[in-house]
């Protein structure tokens, strides 16, 4: 009896291992959007988004990148989604797929490449983005209520980007569509390792590219890549993805055809800059054009309200805790990266020691001083006032500004709230802070917490 509960105890030990080895189950999170619904969504954002870069027309090139694409698009884990694949001639390093399918690959992207596994790594996690439906499962959690009882079932007409725009979720900087949780990151580092290594590439090669952005970015001082923006890190890909790859059966796993990667990126160093590259949010033009307007509108969400320039917009961030208010010619290009030029950033953040305003406030800064380094007091003094009924500072820094050859103002607001912190912070080119006071002071005079 004992030799058998002996073995019955080892049976039972070994089974829970081979369990606890298992892969983990991806499958699409909770989504109002159906499939095909998806698909709508991704025609009609590629159609917007290819009025605003500058597509390459280059056969040799486009061929390329599409080729890597379809053999990783035909693995099944990819499922059944139209993907195609098209280049932009944008030096920042930066790739995206729309929901249903359309994926843009930039020149940049190409040219950092150490080989063509990464080129695959980088297209295999944004086909795993669109295979999970990351895109719309964020937006459902975002705006749940709005899409349930807001829109109706006019889901089920045409114009979906238009309706989705009206509630602040659209296509533009920080869009919920492109703009990914960590969590999220997770799945797409594990499925798009599977689709790697089913397409006979190294899976690591992915992970290594992403880290070899993130040491870059630490090692220059620089602002991040714009695709990591998009894309936190989740921490320890690599061996995340070495781990994913011993739950696999063993294989030969390849970097790719190095010649064809090294002929593609002298293709790119060729090309001719078209007139049309970096426009939209990239587009470091005339900051006069970004000017707030003297009529405003209202935002009223998650128990904060204020008002805002009309000719301004919303465009927001990742969980729905930070929103960046500007027009689209307040977000503009600095060292390959969409950044804000003139407009606002404002939320909301967990704080330990939110009773101690002062504290908390010269934490929160220390975070903004340390990611950037052209940050610098102005010389005024801190100034206490009220905010919605609640103990706020305001603190003034100047730094450089994405406009080139400028400096900007940076006034920074903190208040207490209920759930921690509030910040605002109001951003200008020092030539243009004339021009924009009026409306920074009526945007700063008009918030409300709800209590």
């Not at 930039?106 to 996690?125: C, F, K, P, R, Y």
């Not at 969590?183 to 594990?190: I, P, Q």
């Not at 102005?378 to 500072?393: E, I, K, T, V, Y």
């Not at 903190?414 to 020092?430: C, D, K, V, W």
Request: a positive charge.
């Amino acid at each position: 009896m004992r030799r058998l509960s002996l073995i019955a105890c080892i049976l039972l030990l070994s089974t829970g291992v081979t369990y606890a080895q298992k892969q983990r189950k991806l499958k699409p999170g909770w989504n109002l959007f159906s499939p095909q619904q998806d698909i709508q969504l991704g025609k009609e954002a590629a159609a917007q988004v290819e009025k605003q870069v500058a597509i390459v027309d280059n056969r040799e090139l486009t061929d390329y990148i599409a080729g890597i694409g379809k053999k990783l698009a035909s693995q099944p884990e990819a499922g059944q989604f139209p993907y195609s694949f098209k280049v932009v001639y944008d030096k920042s390093i930066n790739a995206f797929a729309l929901p249903g399918g359309p994926a843009f690959v930039h020149t940049g992207l190409i040219s950092a490449a150490d080989n063509e596994a990464q080129m695959a790594g980088v297209l295999a996690h944004e086909i795993s983005h669109v295979a999970l439906r990351h895109g719309t499962s964020q937006v459902t959690k975002a705006q749940a209520v709005q899409l349930m009882f807001g829109l109706g079932g006019s889901l089920l007409g045409g114009g979906l980007l238009g309706q989705l725009a009206q509630l602040g979720a659209g296509l533009g900087a920080n869009s919920l569509l492109l703009k990914f949780s960590r969590s999220a990151e997770t799945e797409a580092d594990l499925l798009g390792t599977r689709i790697m290594a089913k397409s006979g590439y190294d899976p690591v090669e992915m992970a290594r590219f992403f880290e070899k952005l993130e040491a870059e970015e630490k090692s220059s001082g620089r602002s991040i890549p714009q695709f990591l923006s998009d894309h936190p890190s989740p921490g320890n890909r690599v061996k995340a993805v070495e781990a994913e790859i011993r739950l696999m059966p063993a294989r030969q796993y390849s970097k790719g055809d190095s010649a064809r990667l090294h002929r593609e990126q002298a293709v790119v160093k060729s090309l001719p800059v078209p007139k049309k590259a970096n426009t939209d949010f990239r587009n470091a033009g005339n900051p006069a054009t970004a000017r707030p307007s003297a009529q405003t509108k209202q935002y009223r969400s998650g128990g904060l309200a204020f008002s805002y320039p009309a000719n301004w917009e919303i465009f927001q961030q990742d969980q729905a805790n930070e929103i960046t208010v500007a027009s689209r010619e307040g977000i503009v290009q600095s060292n390959g990266n969409a950044e804000i030029g003139y407009g606002a950033i404002i939320g909301v953040r967990e704080a330990s020691d939110a009773g101690n305003l002062e504290q908390s406030t010269r934490g929160y800064i220390n975070q903004i001083l340390q990611s950037n380094r052209t940050m610098q007091q102005s010389g005024q003094r801190q100034r206490s006032f009220q905010l919605s009924g609640a103990p706020a500072l305001l603190n003034v820094f100047y730094s450089q500004s994405s406009y080139e050859g400028q400096r900007e103002v940076d006034a920074i607001i903190t208040a207490r709230h209920p759930q921690g912190l509030f910040y605002m912070i109001l951003i200008s080119p020092e030539a243009e802070y004339s021009h924009a006071q009026a409306a920074f002071d009526q945007m700063i005079q008009s918030v409300q917490f709800a209590r």
